[in-house]
């Protein structure tokens, strides 16, 4: 069996995605415990516990959501589809903890710097980053207000260093691999996530360039997270991970003698709540109870990945060089039987 580093990936010949691939041990873990395992990062300049960002989502993260990530260690990034960016607008007591929040692209400039007030980060929610209106959009943010911009969403690194030079501090990479996401089918853009986040990271290191990069979209699991960090991510996006729990927006249905919330794209036609291009979603998911079950099994798995591969940081599980591509009755091995 091959084994590949971050470079042979980059350079394989079929696009990957995490379900390709699986980080194989090689090294004798000085690890008695995950306990010793340190997942803290520091990711825009906030120190986070575990490097998970909730998705923008308008059925994933509103106020609650953004307040709970926050007393977990997390960091929550308010959709810019509801109506807490009312109460946000209004200041009222209880949002300040509320350290990211969403805009459009149409987003007058008097109402970002309103809304920045008190925040640290601003996420210029869009499908496409490698546009020309997203670059004047964040020229125009870092212009007028103090704080790090997300953008997103690109699949390849040919567009970053106009980001970079736009003035964006983090990038969402990923186009089409969100669960409730149609994009792919209905435009045929997108590659598999493993070759978009490696295509970014080499175009970033060879270019030295300075921005974030955002694992977002193909999450399944905390295995998922720990390949997606191996892989070179600083944080990874979790959208239908948190969906269908207690702090999401909507409220709880009872079907079948069980438990659902809604969880939809944020181009499905119940967002936009017009006939035009859909390119999401909609779907009902489990009730899953308190986030913090969530982020603690991610961060339960995750550790458990770091002792297995000998990485006491996060930092260290970055600086992986040891990856398997899986066939694909070797994925279904895998898989637990019933």
């Not at 995950?34 to 998705?55: Q, W, Y």
């Not at 953008?151 to 969402?172: E, M, P, Y």
């Not at 709880?252 to 939809?264: A, M, P």
Request: glycine share 8%; hydrophobic share 40%; proline share 2%.
């Amino acid at each position: 069996m091959k084994l590949y580093n971050k470079q042979s990936l980059n350079e394989y010949h079929q696009s990957l995605t995490y379900d390709d691939i699986s980080l194989i041990p090689t090294e004798i873990s000085r690890m008695k415990s995950r306990k010793e395992v340190d997942t803290s990062s520091n990711f825009l300049g906030i120190k986070l516990a575990v490097p998970i960002v909730s998705s923008p989502m308008e059925s994933v993260t509103g106020i609650d959501m953004a307040k709970e990530l926050y007393k977990l260690g997390c960091l929550g990034i308010v959709n810019r589809f509801d109506s807490s960016l009312d109460e946000l607008l209004k200041n009222k007591n209880g949002t300040r903890k509320i350290i990211a929040i969403s805009i459009a692209l149409n987003t007058p400039i008097d109402v970002v710097k309103k809304l920045s007030e008190g925040r640290k980060i601003i996420c210029i929610d869009t499908a496409n980053a490698s546009n020309r209106e997203v670059l004047k959009k964040t020229e125009q943010v870092k212009k007028n207000v103090n704080l790090k911009v997300i953008v997103g969403n690109i699949a390849h690194g040919a567009s970053l260093k106009h980001l970079v030079d736009s003035g964006a501090d983090g990038v969402r990479v990923g186009i089409g691999s969100g669960s409730v996401c149609s994009t792919s089918i209905q435009t045929g853009i997108g590659i598999g996530q493993v070759s978009s986040l490696l295509n970014v990271l080499f175009t970033r290191n060879e270019s030295k360039l300075k921005i974030s990069i955002i694992a977002d979209g193909g999450i399944k699991g905390a295995g998922d997270v720990a390949k997606a960090i191996a892989l070179g991510a600083d944080a990874v996006m979790l959208g239908r991970l948190l969906a269908g729990t207690r702090e999401t927006p909507g409220e709880v249905i009872r079907y079948s003698d069980q438990l659902w919330k809604k969880y939809r794209g944020s181009a499905s036609f119940g967002v936009k709540m017009k006939n035009e291009f859909i390119e999401g979603e909609e779907t009902m998911v489990a009730y899953k109870g308190a986030v913090a079950n969530v982020v603690n099994a991610v961060s339960d798995g995750l550790r458990s990945s770091m002792s297995y591969m000998n990485c006491r940081t996060i930092e260290e599980l970055r600086k992986i060089e040891t990856f398997a591509v899986l066939s694909n009755y070797s994925y279904l091995e895998r898989l637990p039987k019933p």
